[in-house]
């Protein structure tokens, strides 16, 4: 017993070491977690691959490997755009959809190799029938996440969204394209490029 919380408590230090995300998605805040991920690595099924928008959600996973990205398609500009991440050490889930298997509003989508560990949303409800309050936390905090970001847009210049975004993540900053990065802040590439170069290596 003592040998499996020791090692129990190594994979959570290597995972928060390694976690460049920590900072990034804020509704983990407060939030105990490890009830869902021990049944994710207990009971999940691996896979490489995840589900499109359009499709009933289904599904909660943790990423074992690799990052993840919310996208939805804009029809009248027939453009794709990027709403968030899910990192290695994190939840990844159209929820909560997934709940009521409720057609899902984005796509999650990989740019590099994936794996996760996949429960069915009726596997996850189960969790939550044991703690009632518990999916009530994740959404208060996801509303209060979504909802600051979406305030930023107003209350922020892009200049000063991209500066607190490398304040707050400097490795997630280094570790996603500058195509999404751009789509996540809600500026073009080139004007992105712009404000790398002024921000983060002094030039105009």
Known sequence: MANNKNMKMIYNNIIMTHQPNKHFNTYKEGLDLEFLRECCMEHGERRTFLREAGEPAQWVAFVERGCFKYMVHNDEEGKDYCTGFAFEGEFVSAFPY?????????????DMPCE???????ELQALFDNDPKMDVKILKNLFKMVYGRDLDHYRYTARSRYRRLIDRCPQVVQMLSLKDIASLLNI??????????????GKT
């Open 116 to 122: 996760v560990r996949v429960i069915s949303g009726q």
């Open 188 to 201: 073009t590439p080139i004007y992105l490029s712009k404000l790398r170069k002024e921000i983060t290596f």
């Open 98 to 110: 997934c709940l009521d298997g409720d057609v899902s509003e984005v796509s999650i989508e990989a």
